[in-house]
């Protein structure tokens, strides 16, 4: 990278609460979320020169399209100022801070709002279930199920458990240690649930199938939610932080980035990768892409990672993508601590998709405002002792989308 992009704060909505009840929609989520990144930054609208909005199932959840423009419509002092949204499922307001950084290093601009939002509650599950399935191959996937991200999800499991093989205690503890995470979480989805001995066992009853490879725990929880940041250059970033009397090396910075595309077809990609070390290369190619741009020769550089789980399966590929074990033994930095809170590079700290809540269109950019409270010292009861450098793993569909960013701060 020619030169980082720096993060001067964000924002996110408590991802429990369900705003339909409230006689609300995405549109107040826009509207909260906007504001309160501009607050925690100290910044006046104005300062915001153009804004990008990641947001994946709009028009199908609430028949909102055109969500660019709702900023301006819910944020009026942000009336004039350019607007785009993107779509890559899971992935969407990653690719909003793709398109912010682009602006920002071609100088086009030097302050930049970013905004994921997404609005879950308002249908019942099963039709929210159904209009997630636009992120496959509607009509192509060839997996005969009821819920189809469950069961593609499960066919990684039993990938893994054909190449290396798998054992279900491993992806059970990950769902524990996710679950145990989010009480930590004030705004995590889960922070109250109650759990008993069962809950992370194979007990048909305690924690059940959903689909053949896939038990209710494995499963992230689809939510209602927004996150936004606020992203900046170094000579707007220069002066917002004298004019708060601090340095520059006190504000996070994105040092590195990845981003790889594959087809939209889960079977496919397992055929492309039959004789590849890793089940998706171009997850890997996206990490070492990030390492690179960021000056880092890989994971032992990072103090922590928060990761896509939408299915404890996803975090289990992570961990061996991401170089933690080798290819196929992802079990073993399960088994030795490696993930947990003290371990030798913790995972999902703030309860990532299962325990935090996944509002599709918003992950990508909470992932990037925890990564960044963290090399900060400010992620609270979630904090990484000594965090520096944290990174970040964003998919979309069955990894057709892959982003990965490195935060750093040297303050």
Avoid at 82 to 90: F, S, V
Avoid at 114 to 129: I, M, W
Avoid at 163 to 192: C, F, M, S, V, W
Avoid at 325 to 351: H, L
């Amino acid at each position: 990278m020619r030169e980082p992009v720096y993060i001067l704060g964000g924002y996110q909505t408590d991802f429990s609460r369900a705003w339909s009840r409230q006689g609300l929609d995405i549109s107040d989520m826009t509207r909260e979320a906007t504001l309160g990144a501009l607050e925690a930054c100290h910044l006046a609208p104005s300062a915001v020169q153009s804004i990008h909005v990641g947001n994946a199932f709009g028009e199908m959840q609430r028949q909102q399209a055109h969500l660019g423009a709702m900023v301006a419509q819910m944020v009026p002092e942000l009336w004039g100022v350019p607007a785009m949204r993107h779509e890559g499922a899971c992935a969407s307001s990653s690719l909003g801070i793709l398109s912010a950084m682009a602006e920002i290093e071609a100088g086009r601009y030097d302050c930049v709002l970013v905004l994921g939002v997404e609005e879950f509650k308002n249908l019942p599950g099963d039709q929210a279930s159904k209009n997630q399935n636009a992120a496959a191959w509607q009509g192509h996937e060839d997996i005969d199920c009821k819920f189809m991200w469950p069961a593609a999800f499960g066919l990684l499991a039993q990938e893994y458990e054909r190449r290396y093989g798998l054992d279900r205690r491993h992806l059970n503890r990950i769902a524990e240690l996710n679950y145990q995470h989010a009480k930590n979480n004030p705004l995590a989805q889960t922070r109250h649930w109650q759990f008993d001995a069962l809950s992370f066992t194979d007990d048909d009853l305690a924690n059940p199938v959903i689909e053949p490879g896939t038990r209710r725990q494995d499963c992230g929880q689809i939510t209602d939610g927004a996150c936004a940041v606020v992203l900046a250059s170094a000579r707007f970033a220069q002066a917002h932080a004298l004019g708060r009397s601090t340095s520059l090396d006190k504000l996070p910075r994105i040092a590195g980035w990845g981003h790889r595309n594959a087809g939209l077809r889960l079977k496919d990609k397992f055929i492309r990768s039959a004789q590849a070390s890793y089940v998706f290369p171009h997850v890997r190619d996206t990490i070492e892409d990030a390492w690179r741009r960021a000056g880092v020769s890989g994971i032992e550089a990072m103090q922590g990672v928060e990761t896509h789980d939408c299915f404890t399966t996803t975090e289990y590929m992570a961990i061996d993508h991401l170089g933690l074990t080798a290819p196929g033994q992802s079990w073993q930095a399960v088994e030795d601590g490696s993930i947990e809170a003290g371990g030798r590079c913790p995972i999902n700290m703030s309860g990532g998709l299962i325990g935090g809540g996944h509002p599709v269109g918003a992950t990508g950019a909470r992932m990037l405002f925890d990564a960044a409270q963290q090399v900060t010292g400010q992620a609270g009861a979630c904090q990484i002792e000594g965090a520096q450098r944290i990174q970040t793993l964003n998919i979309g569909g069955s990894c057709a989308t892959v982003v990965s960013f490195v935060v750093d701060c040297h303050g």
